[in-house]
């Protein structure tokens, strides 16, 4: 079976080989190195081949590296396998000073030179982890101010200050309360007046790629007549990035993008527009580390997504263009466009599906469904 990281090295960086694959078996992946795998008398080259089909090769980069005739072969391999680098099969970790040149230099590669060990774990554990590098805060404004009232003394964030931490300004936990807190503060419903699939295009397609990616489907000939309908529709998406999208990695729902945040906190329990699985295992045990390190609490998202999208409605791309309109597609059942009297605005909706413990396990409540029709419409 193969190992997660080959880590090619020379002999001169055997202890840095060796320190970087104690960090990542503690972070739970599974290393092979010759100096820990190799046994006195196995045939090389066979464990070599071994090695080479890891998911992922490191190669220790220093000046002996790069001149040995040895160390090419074996970074060139993983290269060969993943020219674009979508997979990142080859990951160069700069250990000792050296110029990068040829194929290599064509290569992010992390950089833990002169750094202590507090700071290289992290470099080492951000860089394999590959999250992106959006910071937390909002970066200064790189122009020059003109002068007039306030120039030159900014007003302090109202949110934040001085001495808070970093935690306040992360992404917030959109649950419930939030949303119903942003929906109360707005003065809106609390939840979103087209959430339903006649009601919304998005919404309906939400709905609709959960069920291919293995959720309960909308039954084929509901699922007909409403893609003819709304495919029709000026709201439904007509370029790639537009769309409501879920992407695969290893045959696993990972990607959720342009999502209805009500579809998603239906399925999820989170209101957001886009979510993110963590990469692999290997992503998940360095995001689990720090986590436990930082004391986040086994609630937080984070525990189970890499990155998320918190959205309340009133944000939604869809929504402003469907509270304009006169009426919705015929054919969808619905007539003019009315919202009806807002909700008690501590009302917690029921929920529209069951979360059970897999992705296979996710019940729609029909009944609940044909109740938000009802009352969006008002259909007897
Ligand atoms: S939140 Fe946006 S996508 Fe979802 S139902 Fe409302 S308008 Fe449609």
Redesign the pocket.
């Known amino acids: 079976m193969p190992v997660d990281y080959f880590i090619s090295y020379t002999s001169a960086d055997k202890t840095w080989a060796e320190w970087i694959g104690w960090v990542l078996e503690e972070a739970g992946a599974t290393v092979r190195l010759q100096a820990w795998d190799f046994a006195p008398g196995s045939n090389f080259v066979l464990e070599m081949q071994r090695a080479a089909s890891a998911h992922r090769t490191i190669a220790v980069l220093s000046p002996d590296y790069l001149t040995s005739r040895f160390a090419a072969p074996e970074w060139a391999a993983a290269f060969a396998q993943d020219l674009e680098g979508l997979s990142r099969r080859l990951v160069p970790v700069r250990v000792r000073d050296c110029a990068l040149e040829g194929m290599l230099r064509t290569i992010v590669h992390i950089d833990l030179v002169g750094l202590d060990e507090a700071a290289a774990r992290k470099q080492l554990s951000d860089g394999l982890g590959a999250k992106r590098g959006k910071p937390d805060r909002a970066p200064p404004f790189p122009g020059t101010a003109l002068a007039g009232p306030g120039a030159g003394n900014p007003k302090a964030f109202p949110g934040t200050s001085p001495g808070s931490t970093v935690a306040s300004l992360t992404t917030p936990e959109p649950d419930m309360d939030w949303y119903l807190t942003l929906s109360r503060q707005r003065g809106t419903k609390p939840r979103?007046p087209?959430?339903s699939v006649e009601?919304?295009p998005?919404?309906y397609q939400s709905l609709s790629l959960l069920g291919q990616a293995g959720s309960t489907k909308i039954p084929a000939d509901e699922e007909d007549r409403l893609k003819a309908i709304w495919e029709k529709s000026d709201l439904w998406p007509r370029t790639d990035e537009g769309a409501t999208s879920v992407s695969l990695f290893d045959s696993r729902p990972s990607i959720f993008s342009n999502f209805?945040?009500?579809?998603s906190y239906d399925r999820f329990h989170l209101f957001a527009s886009g979510l993110c699985r963590y990469a692999d295992k290997i992503d998940i045990g360095f995001a689990h580390q720090e986590l436990g390190r930082a004391g986040v609490p086994g609630t937080n998202w984070q525990w189970a997504w890499a990155s998320i999208n918190p959205m309340h409605?009133t944000e939604?791309p869809?929504?402003s263009p469907?509270t304009h309109r006169e009426s919705l597609p015929a054919g969808t059942g619905a007539g003019k466009n009315e919202l009806e009297p807002a909700e008690a605005l501590d009302e917690k909706p029921a929920e529209l599906m069951t979360l059970k413990p897999n992705f296979h396990g996710i019940g729609i409540d029909l009944k609940e469904v044909g109740r938000r029709i009802r009352r969006r419409f008002k259909t007897p």
């Open positions: 979103c087209f959430a009601g919304c998005r919404y209805c945040p009500e579809v409605f939604c869809v929504y469907l």
